[in-house]
């Protein structure tokens, strides 16, 4: 794990003195890297903010120290001359002893960083401007003849030297705002990404992103009665009560959805009884796990756009199958044939009321109810069976 701070190029820090100072102090207390913003005018709206220019203030840095890595956060390309940009990395990278790295992205807001200055605002042109540039930059940091030809931009046989310290090139970290897709494929183009965050608690950075929250992440307490005056604990599974103790109770899990499926496998051989209680059964649908044929696995050699289409259509899948879920409930008819359509064979399809534990089920309610649910998983939680009658109100 390493660790880095980043910095305003406005207010207190549009010294360069002030900012010496903060990296070399970053420096001393074990930091690995210090990030400086690169704005003009920023978000704001009177215009009277202190800026300074970005290199300049990564100039003073380099000067203050001698192991921190450094770089912006981020640089907005398409605003920047190329040629210009490509020479004053390299010069901090040579000056900082091959420490530079260049955050790029199209940068933020578009409308005063560009549209006050009259130049374009459309994102797709900032893009095709951005990736002609990276293009350029590193072209000229070879050191070799360049000559490049694209849309927006142009360089005739031109050579730039000293090249950066760092070989091949200083690295390029892209910066981009979660979820938009286009930043993350360009960033796997290049040295990785800097993504930028805006939740409820404030606005943060960071290197890597790793959406682990599930889709269900917030609690939902469903409006049961009597579950005010239940004198037992209650809570939800996404705020699990770790300081209640399972073992030997009676314990009722209410529904049947992906939560249920990982919980009462879990809890199942500890607890004295588990009653499941569902409200709606489900569909259940194919995993589509299975392993490839060797004549398979030899045609996607063979013509790797066979693999990439099949690729693709495992996500269309899935991605319709969320939309079915949300907002576009006339996909569900299609998605409850598919389930229809499974072996009937199957001992998940049939009705086991003698099961102690596990939902009944049956050809009706919504497909997979709250979320698509993993055959093999499921029936981990039927393990055991219960020899008594079965209780008219139990599942």
């Not at 044929?293 to 269309?316: G, H, M, N, Y």
């Not at 939309?323 to 044939?337: K, M």
Request: with cysteine.
């Amino acid at each position: 794990m390493r660790c880095s701070i980043n910095i305003p190029n406005l207010g207190d820090f549009a010294d360069p003195r002030r900012v010496a100072d903060a990296a070399r102090l970053a420096e001393e207390t074990g930091w690995d890297g210090l990030f400086v913003w690169d704005q003009l005018i920023g978000y704001n709206q009177d215009l009277v903010g202190e800026f300074a220019a970005t290199n300049i203030l990564l100039t003073a840095a380099a000067l203050a120290t001698s192991r921190i890595r450094l770089g912006t956060l981020v640089t907005p390309v398409p605003r920047r001359r190329p040629r210009q940009l490509a020479r004053e990395i390299a010069t901090l990278d040579r000056l900082s002893g091959g420490r530079m790295i260049l955050g790029v992205g199209l940068g933020d807001p578009i409308d005063n960083e560009y549209g006050r200055f009259g130049e374009p605002t459309d994102p797709t042109v900032l893009a095709g401007l951005l990736d002609e540039g990276l293009q350029a930059i590193t072209l000229l940091w070879s050191g070799e003849p360049v000559s490049f030809h694209g849309q927006h931009l142009t360089i005739d046989d031109v050579i730039m030297r000293p090249t950066p310290l760092q070989q091949p090139r200083v690295p390029i970290w892209i910066g981009g705002h979660w979820p938009h897709k286009p930043p993350a494929r360009r960033a796997a183009r290049w040295d990785g990404a800097r993504w930028v965050l805006d939740t409820s608690a404030g606005t943060h950075t960071a290197d890597v992103l790793l959406t682990c929250t599930g889709q269900l992440s917030v609690p939902s307490m469903p409006a049961l009665r009597g579950l005010d005056d239940f004198a037992g604990p209650a809570f939800h599974t996404a705020r699990w009560r770790h300081d209640v103790d399972i073992a030997g109770r009676r314990v009722a899990v209410v529904g049947t959805g992906c939560s249920a499926i990982q919980v009462v496998p879990a809890i199942q051989p500890v607890a004295a009884q588990v009653d499941v209680y569902q409200r709606s059964p489900g569909w259940t649908l194919p995993k589509m796990d299975f392993a490839y044929r060797e004549r398979t696995k030899r045609l996607f050699a063979r013509f790797p756009v066979l693999q990439r289409l099949d690729r693709r259509s495992i996500f269309a899948f899935h991605d319709l199958g969320a939309a079915a879920l949300t907002h576009q409930r006339w996909l569900l008819p299609a998605f409850r044939a598919v389930a229809q359509r499974q072996p009937r064979h199957l001992p998940h399809r049939r009705r086991q009321p003698a099961l102690r534990l596990g939902a009944q089920l049956q050809e009706a309610g919504e497909v997979a109810c709250a979320a698509p649910r993993q055959e093999n998983v499921l029936l981990r939680a039927q393990r055991k069976r219960d020899d008594r009658p079965p209780h008219p109100n139990r599942m």
